[in-house]
């Protein structure tokens, strides 16, 4: 080994208490170890095909314990594994998607629960604050399939208003777009204080038949009317719609596992769900193209010029 002070060669000097070789200078007097090896972290296995392929996994909608068998990697580092690559997500989603121009901007809520649900809580519980009930929020402009901005929270009035916060941050404030939403309660008061001078608000409300007997448990209740509210501004009846939005529903659900309904695969952290909902999407902006526009949506909002690959998504962030 050489001094790093007098750059001559020092001769070994015993062994330390890690069992690195130790060096002292005949010169300068100085003791050194050598270099000591990196210690391992499971943010390591991202570098790896093996951390890539899990995570790829998930994006698919393939569950912890059927990534375990494939993969070879245990449940828990690909739990880790999914909050890592979901906070790069998350951070990567606040600074790419900022004052995107958009003209017609759908949202709507989607329903979910952590580690039991809304009626199986016990004040009692230690994380009762973070169980049950768990709404993700999401807003797509139309065109582009462009996810603009989602927010995992209760469905009350203060998650509306942090949920429209991202969205005025997420579009370009000088300019005028449409919005629609379901006739949730919450948003008019939401939007008309973060969103209120530069949109054309409308509500879509559709009123579903009462549901008879026991096998019309798991049924979707059929639908009996539909109406359409001028809220704010201007907006044109005929584009007031949130179907586009509930088909990103449909999509999320097939392909996020925790959120599949009638099945045991649910979130039992409150910061997992949030993590796999960043990845998703992420992988969805930025990786998965899309059927009707030929392109990933990020593509086809301007924000990149390609289809990024899972590696480059995270390192990206």
């Known amino acids: ?36 090896e990196e210690a391992f972290r499971v943010e390591m296995y991202l570098d790896e095909p093996r951390g ?15 990534t375990e068998r494939i993969t070879g990697l245990h449940r828990n580092v690909i739990i880790q594994l999914l909050v890592i690559a979901g906070q790069r997500c998350e951070a990567l989603l606040a600074s790419k998607i900022k004052s995107v121009p958009v003209t017609d901007v759908q949202c709507d809520e989607m329903w979910g629960f952590v580690a039991k649900k809304e009626a199986n809580r016990d004040m009692r519980d230690k994380n009762f604050l973070t169980t049950g009930d768990a709404w993700c929020y999401i807003a797509i402009e139309r065109n582009t399939k462009l996810v603009l901005a989602y927010h ?7 998650s509306t208003h942090q949920f429209m916060q991202k969205v005025a941050d997420a579009t370009d404030p000088n300019q005028r777009f449409q919005l629609s939403t379901d006739g949730l309660a919450t948003y008019p008061l939401a939007i008309g204080r973060k969103l209120g001078d530069r949109v054309d608000y409308g509500q879509i409300i559709k009123a579903y038949a009462k549901k008879q007997g026991e096998e019309y448990r798991y049924s979707p209740p059929s639908v009996i009317s539909v109406n359409t ?9 005929e584009f007031i719609c949130t179907s586009h939005v509930e088909r990103i529903n449909l999509t999320t659900r097939m392909q996020v596992r925790r959120l ?4 045991n695969a649910f979130s039992k952290k409150w910061e997992n769900l949030r993590a796999a909902l960043a990845l998703y999407f992420a992988w969805y902006n930025f990786c998965k193209p899309h059927s009707s526009i030929r392109a990933t949506p990020a593509m086809k909002a301007g924000l990149t010029d390609r289809a990024w690959t899972l590696a480059e998504l995270l390192g990206a962030a």
Do not use: W
């Open 1 to 36: 080994m050489t001094c790093h002070n007098c750059l001559i060669d020092a001769p070994k000097n015993g062994k330390h208490r890690n069992g690195l070789q130790r060096f002292r200078c005949v010169q300068c007097g100085k003791t050194f170890t050598e270099p000591h």
């Open 229 to 237: 509210k001028p809220i704010y501004g201007n907006p044109g009846r």
């Open 52 to 66: 890539l392929l899990a995570v790829q996994m998930l994006t698919e909608g393939m569950s912890i314990r059927s």
């Open 260 to 263: 599949t309904r009638l099945t």
């Open 152 to 158: 995992l929270g209760r469905r009350v009035e203060s």
